[in-house]
């Protein structure tokens, strides 16, 4: 078995750990970067770079890959009323998204993280090397050849089902709030991203949402997410639900028809909320999925993806010695005050179809939606901090603090208290 040390060995070469390969490399850490599959490689998401991660391209001047500029985004209610979330330009983040498949997006990161001067393995890190959070590394299995690469630390970037967090005893997995997504590539023109509300049977609404998105080149991406919590068996569903539900945007004319069958269909978990994993102890630290940084109400995880990857590097730069520690502060401080009310809000959700048919019949009312729009977007989308001042940062401001109040006493904002907020020491 062939051998190699390194400073930090990062599992998982999607946006986070590529963004956290590349910013250790450029500081002059010595780091493996491995991936079980061979790059260019497809992945089931709906293909936006949000606001935030666009931010994170510029701030470590690397340039937007080629795609597609978008701004505002409708929703569409269990009625069919439609509201548009307008797209405002934050003061820490740019008024748009960006539509790249995530074959051209994940490859251009890695590339650069290689390029920056981490190692690339192609292969599946099977065995960790110690156990627990003292991992020293593992035994990647590269074209049936084992190879030992050891680090003095470990970064978990291996998506939802993380082996990384599983190895280290991260997650306990009767708390995870888990979903699952199927997203389809379709040859339609789309002018405006579409999000959908949708009832199967009348008032019994469906446990997640849909989207129909555009991509370049006239194409669409289109799919179906649905909330499960514990139970990973529902995550189905969406996959037996997306004809009906391509039928459902047929008869909105957000599609002018269904294709027979959707090109490149693909499915994949969602790990939401943070609810369930500890992100980092002792030499391991879990960014992007594999740390459940999903936003749960809308599914986005790539800019939170990126920013966590760049945090963790900057953890282990800075802090080298409390790097965890740094880091869960890092990560406390930028989604603590919006996935715990978000995440507490999804949890009693899911499972209450009337309810979540009462709420998106609510919030796409003709009036209330319109007053609601521009603080909506913000808040869906994550980005009150760094909202520019206005009508639309006071609702968005308004909101969080009433989901505050509503969710504080909830389990899974115990959960936060107990196992995010709390220091070393056991203090709060």
């Given at each position: 078995?062939?051998?190699?040390?390194?400073?930090?060995?990062?599992?998982?070469?999607?946006?986070?750990?590529?963004?956290?390969?590349?910013?250790?490399?450029?500081?002059?850490?010595?780091?493996?970067?491995?991936?079980?599959?061979?790059?260019?490689?497809?992945?089931?998401?709906?293909?936006?770079?949000?606001?935030?991660?666009?931010?994170?391209?510029?701030?470590?001047?690397?340039?937007?890959?080629?795609?597609?500029?978008?701004?505002?985004?409708?929703?569409v209610g269990p009625t069919g009323r439609r509201v548009l979330l307008p797209c405002f330009d934050g003061t820490t983040y740019p008024g748009r998204a960006r539509a790249v498949p995530r074959t051209v997006f994940d490859d251009a990161l890695r590339t650069a993280a290689l390029e920056a001067g981490a190692y690339g393995y192609e292969g599946r890190a099977d065995r960790p090397l110690e156990a627990g959070t003292g991992i020293e590394g593992f035994v990647v299995t590269a074209d049936g050849v084992d190879i030992e690469l050891r680090a003095d630390f470990v970064i978990?970037?291996?998506?939802?089902?993380?082996?990384?967090?599983?190895?280290?005893?991260?997650?306990?997995?009767?708390?995870?709030?888990?979903?699952?997504?199927?997203?389809?590539?379709?040859?339609?023109?789309?002018?405006?991203?579409?999000?959908?509300?949708?009832?199967?049977?009348?008032?019994?609404?469906?446990?997640?949402?849909?989207?129909?998105?555009?991509?370049?080149?006239?194409?669409?991406?289109?799919?179906?997410?649905?909330?499960?919590?514990?139970?990973?068996?529902?995550?189905?569903?969406?996959?037996?639900?997306?004809?009906?539900?391509?039928?459902?945007?047929?008869?909105?004319?957000?599609?002018?028809?269904?294709?027979?069958?959707?090109?490149?269909?693909?499915?994949?978990?969602?790990?939401?909320?943070?609810?369930?994993?500890?992100?980092?102890?002792?030499?391991?630290?879990?960014?992007?999925?594999?740390?459940?940084?999903?936003?749960?109400?809308?599914?986005?995880?790539?800019?939170?993806?990126?920013?966590?990857?760049?945090?963790?590097?900057?953890?282990?730069?800075?802090?080298?010695?409390?790097?965890?520690?740094?880091?869960?502060?890092?990560?406390?401080?930028?989604?603590?005050?919006?996935?715990?009310?978000?995440?507490?809000?999804?949890?009693?959700?899911?499972?209450?179809?009337?309810?979540?048919?009462?709420?998106?019949?609510?919030?796409?009312?003709?009036?209330?939606?319109?007053?609601?729009?521009?603080?909506?977007?913000?808040?869906?989308?994550?980005?009150?901090?760094?909202?520019?001042?206005?009508?639309?940062?006071?609702?968005?401001?308004?909101?969080?603090?009433?989901?505050?109040?509503?969710?504080?006493?909830?389990?899974?904002?115990?959960?936060?208290?107990?196992?995010?907020?709390?220091?070393?020491?056991?203090?709060?």
């Amino acid at each position: 078995m062939s051998q190699r040390r390194v400073d930090v060995l990062v599992v998982g070469a999607g946006p986070a750990g590529s963004i956290a390969a590349m910013v250790l490399a450029r500081a002059g850490a010595s780091v493996a970067l491995v991936d079980k599959a061979r790059f260019p490689r497809e992945k089931a998401c709906g293909d936006f770079i949000g606001p935030r991660g666009l931010q994170v391209l510029a701030d470590l001047d690397l340039a937007e890959p080629p795609g597609l500029d978008v701004g505002d985004m409708i929703v569409v209610g269990p009625t069919g009323r439609r509201v548009l979330l307008p797209c405002f330009d934050g003061t820490t983040y740019p008024g748009r998204a960006r539509a790249v498949p995530r074959t051209v997006f994940d490859d251009a990161l890695r590339t650069a993280a290689l390029e920056a001067g981490a190692y690339g393995y192609e292969g599946r890190a099977d065995r960790p090397l110690e156990a627990g959070t003292g991992i020293e590394g593992f035994v990647v299995t590269a074209d049936g050849v084992d190879i030992e690469l050891r680090a003095d630390f470990v970064i978990g970037a291996d998506g939802s089902t993380s082996h990384v967090a599983a190895s280290a005893g991260l997650v306990d997995e009767q708390r995870v709030l888990w979903g699952f997504a199927v997203r389809a590539y379709l040859e339609q023109l789309v002018p405006l991203p579409a999000i959908t509300l949708w009832e199967p049977t009348r008032w019994q609404a469906f446990p997640g949402y849909g989207w129909i998105f555009p991509g370049p080149d006239g194409t669409a991406n289109v799919g179906l997410g649905i909330g499960t919590r514990a139970d990973r068996r529902a995550g189905a569903k969406a996959v037996r639900a997306l004809p009906a539900y391509l039928e459902h945007l047929v008869h909105l004319g957000l599609l002018d028809r269904v294709p027979t069958p959707p090109t490149k269909k693909l499915g994949g978990w969602l790990k939401m909320g943070m609810v369930g994993t500890t992100p980092a102890a002792g030499r391991v630290l879990l960014v992007g999925d594999a740390a459940g940084l999903v936003n749960p109400l809308q599914g986005e995880g790539i800019a939170q993806a990126m920013t966590s990857g760049r945090a963790a590097a900057e953890a282990v730069l800075g802090h080298p010695g409390r790097a965890a520690e740094h880091y869960r502060s890092a990560l406390i401080g930028a989604h603590l005050p919006y996935q715990r009310v978000t995440a507490a809000g999804h949890a009693a959700l899911v499972g209450r179809p009337r309810a979540v048919s009462a709420l998106g019949r609510v919030i796409t009312a003709p009036v209330l939606g319109k007053a609601l729009s521009g603080g909506w977007g913000i808040f869906w989308n994550e980005l009150l901090d760094g909202a520019a001042p206005g009508s639309a940062r006071r609702v968005a401001t308004a909101s969080t603090w009433f989901a505050r109040a509503v969710t504080s006493r909830t389990d899974v904002s115990r959960w936060f208290a107990d196992t995010l907020e709390r220091t070393p020491d056991g203090s709060l």
